[in-house]
Nanobody, 121 residues
Framework: VQLQASGGGLVQPGGSLRLSCATS????????WAWYRQAPGKQRELVAL???????NYVDSVKGRFTISRDNAKNTVYLRMDSLKPEDTAVYYC????????????????WGQGTLVTVSS
């Protein structure tokens, strides 16, 4: 299993970025996929997910600013981030997720290196 996130960088507040996560060694189309982020000194948090049918869900802090999408033909999940804020600064990762009772839990142990997003003027 390989999960390769890319597209991060340094951006000013209010700017935009589009992250990509290319996957291999997985059955992409049947899975629910999620983007996570981990800020310095904080726990990793799930910020957006997209189901196999295209339904989406977002953490409140990114609703209306982030858009998750997927391309099953390319085995890739995307995260469009607009109106970025300094508090969005983090390393971003993707993973497949499954629902365990009421919690979304990552499917794969391997997270890849992630991609660093820095929002700063």
């Amino acid at each position: 299993v390989q999960l390769q996130a890319s597209g991060g960088g340094l951006v000013q507040p209010g700017g935009s970025l589009r992250l990509s996560c290319a996957t291999s060694g997985v059955i992409f189309a049947i899975n629910t996929w999620a983007w996570y982020r981990q800020a310095p000194g904080k726990q990793r948090e799930l910020v957006a997910l997209i189901g196999s049918g295209g339904s989406t869900n977002y953490v409140d802090s990114v609703k209306g600013r982030f858009t998750i999408s997927r391309d099953n033909a390319k085995n890739t999940v995307y995260l469009r981030m607009d109106s970025l804020k300094p508090e969005d600064t983090a390393v971003y990762y993707c993973n497949a997720v499954r629902l365990v009772y009421t919690d979304w839990v990552e499917v794969f142990d391997s997270w890849g290196q992630g991609t660093l997003v820095t929002v700063s003027s």
